[in-house]
């Protein structure tokens, strides 16, 4: 092989490289889905991403006779050593062609992060929990959904050469929309719709700022105790809400609030992956048509369930799990009507006992795990 060459990125020019590293890495990989350039951009790009202020953030291509054949990101979080302690650093965007391109750039992320004084190297975070995290370990026969990460079946034992070793993997479910759900699950989403103080209702587009803060109150609250947890900025909110809002509908984004308290949300959108998939990444010359009536045309094919979260006094009991099913029964409800039916559901933490349990309650099967590593550095 010829001789790999890694760049910093540090122009625009360097991060279309970055984000067209992929190309080469799954050039073979029919379930590989090339994301748009401009969402990719507006992610890697520190005056439109507000993670960048709280983060320190490299990002590498590797090279070979001129070409790209990987990439890797090197990011200290302010937000998650105050969480979970000083001297962490993390990378991401992990992706290569082969054994020595990953090597070459571990070792780089890792230089860069020892140079600041990290004493643990943690990921793929890419760049955070509320983003795509892990690389996948299990579940490579079919193709990412919206949001969430591909992988390489030899990553696993590259990163594990390198003195890596798992932190914690990430389960993620699918459910056969079209199938009915057990009886069991249904009595006790009657349950809920018996009790009189709980309530359960679409999010409210017309207060869209003022839902979105609620849902963030929520959110921060029931996943504080999660590993890997880092509470959302409101830049961050604000960001994510703007993007969203274009795929966010009332009939499949809830709420519930017990005693008139909003206590539980839940959020699905479509797979926008499923609607770019022959696009290449190219919203040009004709792209953007296609993208607009595909997500207009009121089909709603795949869906997936990025966020939901239910406040920790109910978490552990019978109505937490009861909330829980009767949104995403609702919501399944009203997706089928429009035409959909595959639903993902995740990412949930491995040791996630009681989320786990629900998702297995109404049918949903483990199709596919990621995994985040950590390696001690300093």
């Given at each position: ?315 552990k009991g019978p109505l937490g799990a009861a909330m829980a099913m009767w949104m995403i029964r609702q919501s399944q409800q009203n997706v089928v009507d429009r ?40």
């Amino acid at each position: 092989m010829s001789t790999v060459t890694i760049r910093q990125v540090t122009d625009n020019a360097g991060l279309k490289a970055f984000v067209n590293a992929t190309r080469a890495v799954y050039e073979n990989d029919p379930n590989w889905i090339q994301p748009l350039m401009m969402e990719r951009m507006d992610v890697l790009s520190a005056d439109k991403n507000p993670y960048f202020q709280h983060a320190e953030v490299a990002l590498w291509v590797a090279e070979r006779d001129g070409k790209p054949v990987g990439r890797i990101s090197a990011q200290i979080d302010s937000l998650a050593q105050e969480k979970w302690g000083p001297n962490l650093g993390h990378f991401g965007f992990f992706e290569v062609t082969d054994q020595e391109v990953g090597d070459a750039l571990l070792a780089t992320a890792e230089a860069w992060l020892k140079a600041r004084g990290m004493k643990r190297m943690q990921g793929p975070w890419s760049f955070s929990s509320a983003e795509e995290v892990g690389t996948l370990i299990e579940g490579f026969d079919t193709p990412p959904v919206f949001m969430m990460p591909h992988g390489r079946p030899q990553y696993d034992g590259w990163l594990k050469g390198q003195g890596f070793d798992k932190a914690k993997d990430m389960l993620v479910y699918e459910l056969d929309l079209l199938m009915p759900p057990p009886e069991r699950a249904l009595r006790i989403v009657a349950m809920a719709e018996k009790n009189k103080r709980l309530t359960m209702r679409p999010i409210d587009m017309k207060r869209f700022d003022e839902e979105v803060a609620v849902v963030l109150d929520i959110y921060n609250e029931a996943w504080s105790d999660n590993w890997g947890y880092v509470p959302f900025t409101k830049a961050e909110v604000e960001h994510g809400a703007k993007a969203l809002k274009p795929i966010v509908k009332p009939y499949r984004t809830y709420l519930c609030e017990y005693d008139g308290e909003p206590v539980a949300f839940m959020l699905t959108i479509p797979d926008v992956n499923h609607k770019i998939r022959d696009l290449d990444g190219k919203l040009l010359p004709f792209g953007w048509a296609k993208v607009a009536y595909r997500m207009m045309n009121g089909k709603e094919d795949r869906c997936r369930v990025p966020l939901m979260g239910v406040r920790k006094k109910f978490q552990k009991g019978p109505l937490g799990a009861a909330m829980a099913m009767w949104m995403i029964r609702q919501s399944q409800q009203n997706v089928v009507d429009r035409g959909a039916t595959f639903g993902e559901l995740g990412w949930i933490l491995e040791d996630n006992d009681g989320m786990n349990s629900i998702l297995e309650e109404i049918g949903c099967k483990v199709y596919k795990k990621y995994r985040v590593y950590e390696k001690t550095i300093g």
